[in-house]
């Protein structure tokens, strides 16, 4: 079975630096893989998702994520953070069933 | 076009109780998902339907925890009786038919067990 792990459960960041926020993932076969973000007192909503071909992904609000099978990692990185940035990050693996499984989560802070 | 709706958004009730959840899928989605979020821990998989068939569900905690899809539109999860540890965000998503299709998420409804 698949699994996630975002090894940070909180980041701060200054408004303007940029950010990296981990995860690994586990998983038998080809992953598809996601960024998901929640802000506060809304559902999760889809950043960015890899499935095949050029292991750079870009995603909507300036993000992108670089798949690497031999780390078995898929970082979400953004190279200036925004205010706005803040909120909860999840990252998540799904199998051939499109049963998705979903790390702990990654809370961003944004410092002014 | 409507997103996924969910209801109630929140919950309050007593151990003990029953609660059923609902969820609106995108019209047109055959796929839906239940998740839930126990504080501070990770999203887990409950199930999933296609269409009024349960495609799976080996993420349902116990047997205290019904999901229907009658028709194969909006879904309902009951939880009878409900436990203090049944508390947390259930998240409900849809999407269409294959593999690379995204799942598009609810606002969730907050379940507070007492």
């Known amino acids: 079975a698949q699994s996630v792990t975002q090894p940070d459960i909180h980041i701060t960041v200054s408004e303007g630096a940029s950010l990296e926020l981990r995860c690994n993932y586990s998983?038998?076969?080809?992953?598809?893989l996601f960024w998901y973000v929640q802000s506060p007192g809304q559902g999760l909503q889809l950043l960015l998702k890899?499935?095949?071909?050029?292991?750079l992904v870009q995603g909507i609000k300036g993000f992108e994520a670089e798949f690497k099978r031999s780390q078995s990692s898929f970082n979400l990185r953004k190279p200036s953070v925004h205010w706005s940035d803040a909120a909860e990050y999840f990252c998540a693996v799904a199998d051939n069933n499109n049963d998705m499984r979903f790390g702990a989560g990654t809370r961003l802070t944004v410092k002014p | 076009e409507a997103g996924v709706t969910q209801f109630p958004s929140h919950s309050v009730i007593e151990k003990g109780q029953t609660v059923t959840l609902r969820c609106d899928p995108i019209s047109g989605h055959d796929n839906l998902y239940w998740y839930r979020r126990v504080m501070g821990k990770e999203i887990k998989f409950l199930l999933h339907?296609?269409?009024?068939?349960?495609?799976?569900e080996s993420g349902m905690p116990n047997n205290r925890f019904l999901a229907e899809r009658t028709g194969g539109t909006y879904s309902t999860l009951k939880v009878q009786p409900a436990e203090l540890e049944d508390s947390g965000v259930y998240f409900c998503?849809?999407?269409?038919?294959?593999?690379?299709?995204?799942?598009?998420f609810g606002p969730g409804t907050r379940l507070l067990v007492l």
């Open positions: 890899y499935f095949s071909g050029d292991t």
């Open positions: 998503a849809s999407s269409l038919s294959g593999i690379q299709e995204t799942q598009y």
């Open positions: 339907f296609v269409k009024e068939s349960k495609q799976d």
């Open positions: 998983y038998g076969a080809t992953p598809y």
